[in-house]
């Protein structure tokens, strides 16, 4: 019998507003909680849970991360949450549980979730407390998603005739079912846009802490033991009881949202690469989110770190491939999962990166990147010559190409 249930908060938040930063954040300022944490993402590869990894150096004695990818855990993954949760509890050694659910999730399936009995009869709330519903909105996106969104059959994603839904549906959820409500990027707008956001908000949701943030940074106990969430007040929540009749339809069928993963074991050519990022004409559905690594044929050493939301572009330097440290330097609990991926005759280097959109052909976006590879004949021609292929990416690092 567990004696202390392991208390939760579940961070959720809109494709791109920011909840790995947020988390990133919290692992870095734990205050001596030894924490844990699931990261959910609906794609093949789980993104989010690999950009932990590489920006936040675990102590594996303090801080534990599980991943669930290919799925969403208030559905599909509903038992496998079940499972993990019960063995994180059941080790005893963690103070706290955070869980990072995936951009398309809404909070109140996830908090229903606790209430799921598996077929022996237990549930989350047996051997865990829901303590915090977090919700991350963008402050730079969310009216302009809010107000401007296309309309399901705009882009010919519904389900029905009578579905009249769009993806502001999705954020009024996550909205609505939230105990603290961060804004993102407050940094990126005016007072007069932050406060007008605050008060539409503030509409949505009164009895939500509403707090700006600038990369992540929030205070601890803002956001952990609060004790801010209550099952009876959530029970009073329009569309819970839809929820416990079992009658809620996956995200990726309810608002017609799809992710297919991009990979390749060769180097992109970075002039053709960057022009078909800053391409005018696209037109291959809505691309509402992509992220991820890829790899640059003008500096075959460094990891790219991609990550775009909407019409916002980022990239930058995650650090080297492995393939360019020699082995001996390589950290003993990292050598199984760089071997895992590793393939001649490049090691490491590769191009992975997740996208997910709406009515998105994936056939012809990866048709569209394999053109943004460097063909046979400019693969053979080597690094020396790959690094003098123009290059209009700014530089990511002082030295990079010293």
């Not at 909205?175 to 409500?181: A, G, H, K, Q, Y």
């Not at 180097?267 to 640059?296: A, I």
């Amino acid at each position: 019998m567990i004696e202390k249930r392991l208390p939760v908060t579940v961070l959720s938040g809109f494709l791109g507003a920011g909840k790995t930063t947020l988390l990133n954040h919290i692992l870095a300022n734990r205050e001596g909680l030894k924490i844990a944490v699931i990261v959910n993402d609906m794609s093949e590869i789980n993104i989010d849970a690999a950009l932990v990894k590489n920006e936040v150096t675990l102590n594996r004695a303090e801080v534990k991360m599980v991943e669930m990818s290919n799925g969403c855990i208030c559905c599909t993954l509903r038992e496998d949450l079940l499972v993990e949760v019960g063995q994180l509890a059941k080790e005893g050694r963690f103070d706290y549980l955070l869980i990072e659910s995936t951009g398309i999730a809404e909070p109140m399936p996830i908090a229903e979730t606790f209430t799921f009995k598996d077929e022996n009869d237990v549930s989350l709330s047996d051997i865990s407390v829901l303590d915090t519903l977090v919700t991350v909105v963008d402050a730079v996106n969310f009216m302009h998603d809010y107000l401007e969104a296309q309309s399901l059959k705009d882009i010919h994603a519904e389900l029905g005739e009578e579905d009249e839904r769009n993806i502001a549906d999705l954020l009024v959820e996550q909205v609505e079912f939230s105990n603290v409500i961060l804004i993102s990027k407050a940094d990126l707008v005016c007072s007069d846009e932050l406060a007008n956001l605050t008060a539409i908000l503030k509409s949505l949701n009164r009895e939500a802490e509403i707090i700006p943030m600038v990369m992540g940074q929030v205070p601890l106990q803002k956001i952990i033991n609060t004790g801010r969430f209550n099952f009876e007040q959530a029970e009073q929540a329009p569309g819970w009881l839809q929820e416990m009749r079992g009658s809620h339809t996956p995200e990726t069928e309810e608002y017609g949202i799809a992710s297919f993963v991009y990979a390749a074991r060769k180097p992109f050519h970075p002039e053709r690469f960057y022009d078909y990022l800053h391409r005018d004409d696209w037109n291959n559905g809505t691309l509402l989110r992509s992220k991820g690594f890829f790899w640059l044929a003008s500096r075959p050493e460094w990891v790219g770190n991609w990550s775009q939301a909407g019409g916002t572009m980022q990239h930058g330097c995650a650090g080297r491939w492995w393939a360019s440290v020699p082995e001996a330097e390589w950290p003993e609990e990292f050598v199984d999962d760089i071997q895992a991926n590793w393939q001649s005759p490049f090691g490491d280097c590769r191009q992975e990166l997740v996208f997910i959109g709406q009515n998105i052909d994936a056939d012809q976006a990866r048709n569209e990147l394999d053109q943004c590879l460097l063909s046979e004949a400019e693969l053979s021609a080597g690094e020396d010559i790959w690094k003098t292929y123009r290059d209009n990416f700014p530089a990511w690092l002082a030295d990079e190409h010293a």
